[in-house]
């Protein structure tokens, strides 16, 4: 008896899913393409204090995608990187 109540309620509630289907979501495919077409801002801009620096395969790459590989690093840690880098290449 606890069984057949179960299916019942099973079949009730899949039913009323299969009727509505997803309705809350209101995007469609025509809006997700119109959103990959447009053209965004990716320019990474720094404060006075930082140096932006960038990182990737190269220039038109880099250019195209700065969001991706550039960041924004305090001076004091690139120049502490670069002294590291030139103590490496001298003491090899």
Request: net charge positive.
């Given at each position: 008896?606890?069984?057949?109540?179960?299916?019942?309620?099973?079949?009730?509630?899949?039913?009323?899913?299969?009727?509505?289907?997803?309705?809350?979501?209101?995007?469609?495919?025509?809006?997700?393409?119109?959103?990959?077409?447009?053209?965004?801002?990716?320019?990474?801009?720094?404060?006075?204090?930082m140096i932006k620096v960038c990182d990737g395969p190269d220039e038109e790459t880099i250019a195209k995608y700065e969001n991706i590989y550039c960041s924004c690093s305090s001076r004091r840690d690139v120049e502490r990187a670069l002294k590291l880098r030139m103590w490496e290449q001298i003491n090899k």
């Open positions: 008896m606890k069984t057949k109540q179960t299916m019942k309620n099973v079949l009730l509630v899949s039913s009323i899913f299969i009727l509505t289907g997803c309705q809350s979501a209101s995007t469609s495919v025509g809006s997700i393409l119109t959103e990959t077409k447009t053209k965004r801002d990716r320019s990474v801009n720094c404060p006075t204090t």
